[in-house]
């Protein structure tokens, strides 16, 4: 016997990435120009296992939630790969260019790359695909593995939500780090 899997609502899926997203560049505190990574199993969004049961439509749910909130605020989409392109990053060609990070040569497929990172290289105006960046706050939807992928100092922060779909995310933002000892003063906004 096969086992059901649930019924999703993609409009549902929009809602939810959208507010996670608000609810996490409402913590991190992220100015325009700063870059933003997310990993994203589409898979398990449906209720499927990572890597098996690519789900494009989830990811165009997902893409529709959180993009226009990031354009808004002027900060770039960082879109992870799944592990058969490394775990490379979909980034626009500016974002590239302004960090130096340097393009690679392929172009994410639905099971080589993954569906989230299909989806926003075809949404994306200039889309490239680098090794790394080094993101100011993320989403894990899934359990994609973005930690490669933030500043050094990573801080979870918990959402109002804990899936999207039928996915669990985790969520960071970072900061800079503490360095000193006992004599040293930290800038409260940074931390």
């Not at 994203?40 to 165009?60: K, L, Q, T």
């Not at 990031?70 to 900060?75: H, R, S, T, V």
Request: hydrophobic share 40%; glycine share 10%.
């Amino acid at each position: 016997m096969s086992e059901q899997k649930p019924t999703i609502d993609l409009g549902e899926i929009t809602a939810q990435s959208r507010q996670a997203v608000t609810e996490l560049l409402a913590e991190a505190k992220l100015e325009a120009g700063d870059v933003f990574v997310i990993g994203c199993s589409s898979s398990e969004i449906v209720g499927g296992h990572i890597g098996r049961d690519s789900s494009m439509e989830a990811a165009a749910a997902v893409l529709a939630g959180v993009l226009p909130v990031l354009k808004e605020q002027g900060i770039y989409l960082a879109a992870q790969c799944c592990e058969h392109l490394n775990r490379a990053i979909v980034i626009e060609r500016e974002a590239a260019r302004r960090y130096g990070w340097e393009p690679v040569c392929a172009v994410p497929q639905p099971h080589a790359g993954g569906s989230w990172a299909t989806s926003c290289w075809r949404a994306f105006e200039h889309p490239v695909l680098v090794e790394e960046v080094r993101a100011g706050a993320g989403i894990d939807i899934g359990g994609t593995l973005i930690g490669m992928h933030l500043r050094r100092v990573a801080v979870p922060v918990r959402l109002s939500l804990g899936k999207i779909g039928q996915a669990t995310i985790l969520c960071a933002r970072t900061r800079p780090k503490y360095i000193g000892g006992a004599r040293a003063v930290y800038e409260e906004a940074q931390q």
